[in-house]
T-cell receptor
Framework: AQKVTQAQTEISVVEKEDVTLDCVYETRDTTYYLFWYKQPPSGELVFLIR??????QNEISGRYSWNFQKSTSSFNFTITASQVVDSAVYFCALSPDKLIFGTGTRLQVFP | SQTIHQWPATLVQPVGSPLSLECTVEGTSNPNLYWYRQAAGRGLQLLFY??????ISSEVPQNLSASRPQDRQFILSSKKLLLSDSGFYLC???????????????FGPGTRLTVT
């Protein structure tokens, strides 16, 4: 079965704190992709990153970083020095072909 | 650059009324198109996808249907809405090749539907 679990329903932090959003996935496929999307209050999903199953290198983009570990089937997302504009719901997704989304983690960053 | 449009942005409809939501994509040809529903406080559920004109695949049995009358137009419809159809409907596109591939999808602004 294909499944994505985001166990953290909601996280609240104060601005400038670092925060990690967890994502655990299940798949029997050997070739697949993992994604993170951001859904701000406006509702539109914004693509953040795609990683393929053969590339376990961590990725950093500004204050965002992603840690992909096949051994634990995890693809965690860290925001460094969080800002109020980071407040959103974040979705992790798995794609052998179609996207399978987790239930999302709502991040609230307070000033 | 590619853009994706959805309308209307919000909709309030009574139970039993028909529904038509439209999605159009600009700046790309032969995209894969998708309809998702997001119930309040929950994740996204794939409803339909299309790899070409007139080609519709349904993921979840329901009283909704989809059509793709033109290459970059995707329509979500219902003949009679149910209360359970309330939610946030998102259209998305991805690069297509006549089949579903695991590329990133780009989402429209969504339609918030309330069935009363």
């Amino acid at each position: 079965a294909q499944k994505v679990t985001q166990a953290q329903t909601e996280i609240s932090v104060v601005e400038k704190e670092d925060v990690t959003l967890d994502c655990v996935y299940e798949t029997r496929d050997t070739t697949y992709y993992l994604f993170w999307y951001k859904q701000p209050p406006s509702g539109e999903l914004v693509f953040l990153i795609r990683r393929n199953s053969f590339d376990e290198q961590n990725e950093i983009s500004g204050r965002y970083s992603w840690n992909f570990q096949k051994s634990t089937s995890s693809f965690n997302f860290t925001i460094t020095a969080s800002q109020v504009v980071d407040s959103a719901v974040y979705f992790c997704a798995l794609s052998p072909d179609k996207l399978i989304f987790g239930t999302g983690t709502r991040l609230q960053v307070f000033p | 650059s590619q853009t994706i449009h959805q309308w209307p942005a919000t909709l309030v409809q009574p139970v039993g009324s028909p529904l038509s939501l439209e999605c159009t994509v600009e700046g790309t040809s032969n995209p894969n198109l998708y309809w998702y529903r997001q119930a309040a406080g929950r994740g996204l559920q794939l409803l339909f996808y299309s790899v070409g004109i007139g080609q519709i695949s349904s993921e979840v049995p329901q009283n909704l249907s989809a059509s793709r009358p033109q290459d970059r137009q995707f329509i979500l419809s219902s003949k009679k809405l149910l209360l359970s159809d309330s939610g946030f409907y998102l259209c998305a596109w991805s690069l297509g090749s006549g089949r579903i591939v695991n590329g990133e999808q780009y989402f429209g602004p969504g339609t918030r539907l309330t069935v009363t």
